[in-house]
């Protein structure tokens, strides 16, 4: 069954995670098939292929091709894998999806506007849990060093968006909230702090990440914005749906069973 849209609310589907390779593949596309259903925009939160190859970024187009709504994406570490990233990012770019990468886009829905900010992030570490950039291998290292990095690129791609409704789309977590269910030695490599704090500066409504696969859904920032992590397996489901009405402070979290015909 179709769900009621609530007047003046804009429908957000998010996912993450997809880890497309062969045993999965034709897992999303019924679902996706009928996302006008339920949502307006789909937000693809990283780790959209399982190791960056070429046949997994195929089977992701497969998945994604001529989608009912507009789909924004974000790449997450295992899309760069094979040092790939950049053509999964054009594959997808030449299918429709818009890619962010420290950049922002502004799209019109229902006669409301609705900004979107996407960064990779990275680790870093959170209050009580830090990081160590100055530790362990080249990858570590540089992996810990760009959550802070990807921090400023996030706050100056949302301060670029020139509407009122904005959210902030990483990979990686920008609070612990969403980690729960992780265990707390490796909290500072799931996620940095720096990233909240550009998602409260930005102004942003609603932030989606994914990456902690055995973390939770619902989260906030210090700031009070609502953290959802919706990566695959905490979701269950082939995407979550949460309503946004500008000039609320809050989405309304919508629990659904993705509509088939």
């Given at each position: ?7 003046g609310?804009?429908r957000?589907a998010?996912?993450a995670?997809?880890h497309?390779?062969a045993a ?5 596309r019924p679902d996706f098939?009928?996302l ?11 780790d959209?292929?399982?190791g960056g190859?070429?046949?997994e ?6 998945e994604?091709?001529g989608?009912p709504?507009p789909?924004v994406a ?9 040092r790939?990233?950049?053509l999964?990012a054009a ?6 999806v818009?890619?962010?990468d420290g950049?922002a886009?502004?799209?019109?829905i229902?006669?409301?506007?609705l900004?979107?900010a996407?960064v990779?992030g ?6 009580g ?9 080249a990858?570590?290292?540089a992996?810990?060093?760009r959550?802070?990095?990807d921090?400023l690129?996030?706050?100056?791609a ?6 009122e409704?904005r959210?902030?789309?990483m990979?990686?977590?920008p609070v ?5 269910g992780?265990?707390?030695k490796?909290y500072?490599?799931?996620g940095?702090h720096d990233l909240?704090?550009s ?10 990440h994914g990456h902690?696969h055995?973390?939770t859904?619902?989260?906030c ?5 609502p953290?959802r992590?919706?990566?695959?397996p ?6 979550a749906v949460?309503?946004i009405?500008p000039g609320?402070d809050?989405p309304?979290?919508r629990?659904r069973?993705p509509s088939?015909p």
């Amino acid at each position: 069954m179709t769900a009621a849209r609530t007047g003046g609310c804009i429908r957000v589907a998010a996912v993450a995670d997809l880890h497309m390779r062969a045993a999965v593949a034709g897992r999303f596309r019924p679902d996706f098939r009928h996302l006008s259903a339920d949502a307006d925009i789909l937000l693809l939160a990283g780790d959209l292929t399982d190791g960056g190859t070429r046949v997994e970024a195929d089977l992701l187009c497969a998945e994604l091709d001529g989608l009912p709504v507009p789909v924004v994406a974000v790449l997450g570490n295992h899309d760069h894998d094979q040092r790939s990233g950049y053509l999964i990012a054009a594959r997808l770019t030449a299918l429709g999806v818009h890619v962010l990468d420290g950049t922002a886009i502004t799209f019109e829905i229902e006669g409301m506007r609705l900004g979107i900010a996407g960064v990779m992030g990275g680790s870093g570490g959170f209050p009580g849990h830090p990081g160590t950039p100055d530790e362990g291998s080249a990858e570590h290292r540089a992996r810990m060093r760009r959550g802070p990095l990807d921090a400023l690129r996030l706050r100056q791609a949302l301060d670029s968006i020139d509407c009122e409704t904005r959210i902030a789309l990483m990979h990686f977590a920008p609070v612990i909230d969403t980690l729960a269910g992780e265990p707390a030695k490796i909290y500072p490599g799931l996620g940095c702090h720096d990233l909240a704090e550009s998602v409260d500066a930005g102004g942003a409504a609603l932030a989606v990440h994914g990456h902690a696969h055995g973390g939770t859904e619902f989260g906030c920032t210090p700031g009070g914005v609502p953290v959802r992590n919706v990566s695959f397996p905490v979701l269950g489901r082939s995407y979550a749906v949460y309503e946004i009405v500008p000039g609320s402070d809050r989405p309304e979290d919508r629990d659904r069973i993705p509509s088939r015909p």
